[in-house]
């Protein structure tokens, strides 16, 4: 960030101190960010923590919390979400009179919640996004979906942009997308497939370390290898496994064992389980 972008950008707080507030400020940290960032959360031990980890300000009270937020970022659990609001649509009532209605930027990381589910829960006091951080943002390697309703206009989201860039890549997309990027993207997905690799290595005779060498490489360095290279996947699938070979006999029979169906499977149970917080 220049200078005069770091003094006009809005004061972020977090409504929540957990795992993902803690990757968010983590990659902040790592990307030397000037910006200005208030933690929100109940537990005080929780907030000692992320302040002596990365040096942000921190604020037990909520009022005060929000208060000083040009942007808040709810960062709690999905089912935390309606008596939070309760609380902050209380609070944003008896601050209108001080600021315009509109001025208020809000950001929901909570899964599955729409944005006019988000709108009904606040009222009008607030322009919302959604987003959907990876935890891999801890590194400045993450990726991040926005979604915004029609009345957050470009300079306000390049506001929200230009914030989730300093920790990775940002795509915006419709929010009918959602659901379906967030169960795609999650790198659970890679962790779950090092695990099952990695032990199905040591079944066949390789020791811990060496297996999980051997997995990592298979999926880290060969997808950054794809990444950097541009080459389509359908060339580099058929030059790793010559037919015949033993690539081209495991990759067959893992599809013939259902690999690609379970794959397909993990993903509907997961946009369903969204749809589901939804509905509550």
């Known amino acids: ?4 972008k770091e003094q006009s950008s809005p004061t972020i707080v977090f409504l ?3 795992r993902i507030t803690s990757a968010i400020l983590a990659g902040l940290k790592v990307a030397g960010s000037k910006q200005r960032v208030v933690v929100h959360d109940h537990n005080k031990d929780k907030l000692k923590r992320l302040h002596r980890q990365y040096g942000v300000k921190v604020e037990p009270h909520l ?3 929000v208060a000083q937020g040009g942007l808040l970022v709810t960062a709690v659990r999905p089912d935390s979400v309606p008596s939070l609001f309760q609380d902050v649509k209380a609070i944003l009532t008896l601050q209108s009179g001080q600021e315009t209605m509109s001025s208020r930027l809000a ?3 909570a899964a599955g919640i729409p944005l006019s589910q988000l709108r009904e829960m606040l009222g009008p006091h607030a322009l919302w996004a959604r987003a959907m951080p990876s935890p891999v943002c801890r590194t400045r390697n993450g990726l991040t979906a926005l979604a915004f309703e029609r009345r957050f206009l470009p300079p306000r989201r390049d506001q929200v942009v230009d914030f989730f860039r300093q920790i990775g890549t940002v795509l915006q997309l419709s929010e009918r997308k959602f ?19 990695a032990d199905a290595g040591r079944q066949i005779g390789l020791d811990e370390k060496t297996a999980l060498t051997a997995a990592s490489h298979a999926l880290a360095d060969g997808i950054n290898s794809w990444r950097q290279q541009k080459i389509p996947l359908d060339e580099l699938l058929q030059e790793a496994a010559t037919p015949g070979g033993t690539a081209a006999a495991t990759m067959a029979a893992m599809d013939r064992s259902g690999y690609r169906e379970a794959v397909q499977r993990g993903l509907y149970a997961g946009v369903a389980r969204a749809r589901s917080i939804a509905r509550r």
Not at 179 to 190: E, L, W
């Open 16 to 18: 929540g101190g957990g």
């Open 63 to 65: 009022e005060k919390a």
């Open 107 to 109: 950001i929901s990381l």
């Open 1 to 4: 960030m220049t200078r005069n």
């Open 179 to 197: 659901d379906a990027f967030t169960v795609t993207f999650s790198s659970s997905h890679g962790y779950h497939a090092l695990a099952a690799l």
